[in-house]
């Protein structure tokens, strides 16, 4: 039986299971959102696009999120109130996510579906995902069709790697629950910023988390990574990655953030992070 075949039938219960209801306290910052609020200006320079603070309303405009879990984004967003929230939508797999949004907050537009069967996507100006897309088969592919339908701005944050292929394959890398497996995929940062820049995204903001906590090699284990897979070889970490659209013909702005003790604890990662996106710059 190839596990990976047998995912899709499963998926909802497989996300829906006691523990879950931890996503309803979910702490969200701006940091983790996409919205910024200079984005309108004339003649921006590159530091005003990452400033994160939101200063004033950001009024009629269309979100996606993509595993809203429990509303917890929407919630601080609401609570804000500084994001329009008459054009947000959230699409969530989980049975406990979807009914507990759709109970609390009527008011938005929630979609239950595994987002990888989601085909026909509208164009939303702001998109964002945490830790959804790197639990989904073919991230890549995941990515692709959000940034396509993406006209302003788009945030994600993910189990990365920096060296070899972007790994996602139940037999590889997966998490159990109750009820069900799921994917732990693990995303090559540059394989996702080769992505984006094609799509117009040419003004970007890698923060660079540090290397990833170590996972069991017992496929037994609620969270398992095959021996095969050497997460020093590959640079296993994690990552937030802003991605903001321009219409303009200029070279890609990539900048690259690092806390100084996350830096010195993962020098090469953080010196072949700078040596590649150098390499991007100058091919794009
Ligand atoms: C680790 S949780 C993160 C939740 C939330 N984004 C946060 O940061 O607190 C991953 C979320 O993605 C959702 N998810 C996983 N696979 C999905 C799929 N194929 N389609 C839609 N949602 C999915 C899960 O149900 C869960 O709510």
């Known amino acids: 039986m190839d596990i990976n075949k047998e995912y899709h039938k499963n998926v909802v219960n497989t996300w829906t299971w006691d523990f879950y209801n931890k996503y309803k306290n979910s702490p969200w910052r701006w940091a983790d959102l996409p919205f910024r609020d200079h984005i309108t200006k004339q003649n921006l320079n590159h530091s005003e696009f990452f400033d994160k603070k939101i200063t004033h309303k950001i009024k009629n405009i269309s979100i996606l999120e993509v595993g809203s879990a429990m509303g917890s984004a929407y919630d601080f967003m609401k609570k804000s109130g500084l994001i329009d929230l ?32 989601w085909s026909n996507l509208e164009k939303y100006d702001y998109s964002f995902e945490r830790n959804a897309v790197h639990h989904m088969p073919s991230p890549i592919e995941q990515y692709e069709k959000i940034l396509k339908s993406t006209k302003v701005s788009f945030i994600t944050c993910f189990r990365s790697c920096l060296a070899g292929e972007t790994i996602a394959d139940l037999n590889i ?14 995303i090559n940062l540059f394989e996702l910023i080769k992505l984006a820049i094609p799509l117009g995204f040419k003004n970007i903001k890698i ?61 090469e990662a953080c010196l072949l992070i700078k040596k590649t996106l150098k390499e991007i710059k100058i091919n794009f």
């Open 86 to 117: 008459s054009n947000y939508t959230g699409v969530e797999v989980s049975k406990i996510g979807y009914s507990y949004c759709k109970k609390n907050y009527p008011e938005g537009n929630w979609i239950h579906k595994d987002f990888t069967k």
């Open 173 to 186: 890398s997966n998490f159990k629950t109750d009820t069900g497996i799921y994917y732990s995929s693990i």
């Open 207 to 267: 923060v660079f988390g540090g290397a990833h906590e170590k996972i069991s090699t017992n496929s037994n284990d609620a969270h398992f990574l095959s021996e095969k897979v050497n997460p020093d070889k590959i640079f296993l970490s994690r990552c937030r990655v802003l991605m903001i659209k321009s219409d303009s013909k200029s070279k890609p702005k990539i900048k690259f953030v690092v806390r100084p003790d996350t830096l010195l604890k993962n020098f």
